[in-house]
């Protein structure tokens, strides 16, 4: 866990009870050292992230005769703990994972920050609990189990991520966001403190458009002053897009002229938008710094996937994000993004398709089927990032379905009919016929919007968002030492957003309405009015040349045979097919390459887990 504390280690046994931590220093850097007890030392903590809000409940609690010893924020959840218990939690604004001992009680009490930006895994196994930040950690114990979880294996190969509380492995859960569990002699208990709620924005009278936006900026001003608190140097990523830009431009506001902005560029002009954190930099006046990677300089880090991510997961945007953060590290350490504007504002494009099916399922079946199906099958077959082609087909392949399915569908990979296909009889004989998307089926129905349109960021928010983006975000980050803050899920914030109307956020076919109006005059117009370019990778075309050895070693007939997991000829087809140029097939190939690249390594018991640091060697730019 060196990576993710390089300052600092600490360790507490009580009888059978033990924490350890390791510490990235970022508030109280003298005297914060973890874990740290209340006067007695019958409370003990453990505790990865930042609370936000900590100053107001440390002047509370000391109001109420609770004496403090350090100036870290982590030393106000023991006394809040031992003012109000459990429900000191919902209090919190942060990004967290924390672990509570209480001595007198005789129970450890864990919980997760709303939005899942920290990480929490857990094993209860013969009567033991363990816990971790990272896998990493249960995987260093001899007994750990690591059988492979085959409904976990299926939910990925449809998702492209594992949502909790399942992890890759049977024995180890992570626990979701937004929950706290207890944990005593008698067993472990799971209870949610907290869930995305876009209830108001249905119900409540929404403010007048021009009230709405100056209300829009307060609320970004203020998440981003409160997550400016530190006592080591931040920056912020800037990619030129809406949400990092308005970040970049908040902390000017605030602290104007001391801003460090961070991007990278890269050599294929389809999947490079350096031009626009330039624009950006220049007119929000930050001191912003560049890279430009070669190809290569990704590619050399696909092979390392799995000591960042540890489970499996199919965003290939890990590999930008980490060479963003790896570059960012050598000049802060803290730094800020502008993660969670797309599932809070609707910034995807699968929310204009969504609108757009209320008039594609207008047109007469015989057109659509006959005429518009056909023609979308004869485009021809682009290698380009989010193609038309790519788009259109998966657009006409599902229009018809219901929202929720639709859009998972869109976002994921393999679909039943697949999975029969891929899935070896064996492993489809253990795993019966349980549904890879019940997750989104169990979101689905417990989401108490009515709206269709809020039902899907509801989903985004549960889903995509706390089991790909943010985990992206963690691992890419922590594995170079780097705090990555969210200040767009900062409560202040995102519960003013998500209490705004639909039609504010995605107005006609017009996605982030509310923020590209709240931000004029703040941003260049070519920042604000610019389509969403997102933080991809040439992987269609890699899977054709660079990575082409590698992929064809991974699903060689000799290992899948050895394996059991995946019939050879199936995958064969899908790699034959896009090697020819007759499909593209780089969601599925990416999907199972990593699978396979992350089964090697974690297989088997003795497996080297820690992280390797290795440079990247870019070439850098600084305005």
Not at 192 to 218: C, I, M
């Amino acid at each position: 866990m060196t990576h993710r504390g390089p300052d600092d280690e600490g360790r507490m046994v009580d009888g059978e009870v033990g924490l350890a931590m390791r510490r990235l220093s970022i508030i109280d850097l003298q005297s914060g050292h973890q874990p740290i007890g209340n006067e007695d030392e019958s409370i003990w903590t453990v505790f990865n992230g930042e609370i936000y809000n900590y100053r107001a409940l440390r002047d509370e609690l000391s109001s109420q005769g609770h004496s403090f010893h350090t100036r870290s924020d982590t030393e106000v959840l023991v006394h809040a703990y031992e003012e109000y218990g459990d429900a000191f939690i919902p209090r919190l604004n942060g990004m967290f994972a924390f672990a509570i001992w209480d001595r007198k009680r005789r129970r450890v009490l864990l919980a997760r920050d709303r939005s899942g930006i920290k990480p929490l895994y857990y094993s209860y196994d013969n009567g033991v609990f363990a816990f971790g930040s990272e896998l990493k950690v249960l995987l260093a114990r001899p007994e750990q189990r690591r059988d492979l979880d085959l409904v976990s294996l299926q939910q990925y190969l449809a998702m492209e991520h594992i949502p909790p509380p399942r992890t890759i492995f049977a024995g180890v859960r992570k626990l979701p966001a937004g929950c706290y569990m207890v944990v005593t002699e008698d067993g472990v208990t799971v209870r949610r403190y907290w869930d995305p709620d876009l209830r108001p924005s249905e119900t409540r009278k929404p403010p007048t458009l021009a009230r709405a936006k100056g209300e829009f900026v307060e609320r970004l001003r203020e998440a981003a002053r409160l997550e400016l608190v530190s006592d080591v140097p931040l920056g912020v990523f800037l990619s030129g897009g809406l949400d990092s830009s308005a970040v970049a431009a908040m902390m000017q506001e605030i602290v104007p002229g001391n801003v460090k902005s961070f991007s990278v560029g890269f050599d294929d002009p389809s999947f490079d938008e350096s031009r626009y954190a330039e624009l950006a930099a220049r007119h929000i006046g930050t001191e912003h710094r560049s890279m430009r990677l070669e190809s290569q300089a990704l590619l050399d880090l696909v092979p390392r996937l799995p000591s960042i991510l540890d489970e499996p997961m199919a965003d290939a945007s890990i590999i930008p994000t980490f060479a963003l953060c790896r570059f960012a590290q050598q000049h802060v350490k803290v730094a800020l993004g502008g993660d969670g504007g797309d599932e809070l504002l609707a910034g995807y494009s699968t929310l204009q398709a969504h609108k757009l099916t209320n008039y594609y399922r207008r047109i007469p079946g015989f057109v659509r089927n006959g005429l518009i199906k056909p023609a979308v099958d004869r485009l021809p077959v682009s290698m380009s990032n989010l193609s038309f082609d790519f788009k259109a087909r998966r657009f006409v392949r599902d229009a018809a379905r219901p929202t929720a399915l639709r859009h998972h569908l869109w976002l994921g990979n393999f679909r039943r009919g697949d999975l029969a296909r891929l899935l070896t009889p064996g492993v489809q004989a253990d795993l019966q016929t349980d549904d890879p998307l019940r997750p989104v089926y169990e979101y689905a129905r417990a989401c108490t919007a009515q709206h269709d349109l809020n039902r899907v960021l509801y989903l985004d928010m549960k889903l995509y968002m706390e089991s790909d983006i943010l985990v992206k975000v963690d691992r890419a980050s922590m594995a170079n030492s780097l705090e990555v803050r969210v200040p767009l899920l900062n409560r202040v914030f995102a519960d003013y957003v998500m209490s705004l109307p639909i039609d504010y956020k995605l107005k006609g076919f017009t996605r982030k309405y509310i923020f590209r109006e709240a931000m004029r005059g703040r941003l260049p117009d070519e920042i604000i009015d610019r389509e969403k370019h997102g933080f991809g990778m040439p992987i269609s075309r890699w899977l054709r040349t660079d990575l082409r050895e590698l992929a064809e070693d991974a699903f060689s007939e000799e290992r899948l045979k050895r394996d059991g997991l995946f019939e050879p000829r199936y995958v064969h087809d899908l790699l034959s097919n896009h090697l020819a140029g007759k499909q593209d097939n780089r969601k599925p190939l990416w999907t199972l390459l990593v699978f396979q690249l992350w089964y090697e390594h974690y297989r088997q018991p003795g497996t080297p887990v820690e992280v390797e640091h290795g440079s990247l060697q870019p070439a850098e730019t600084v305005l």
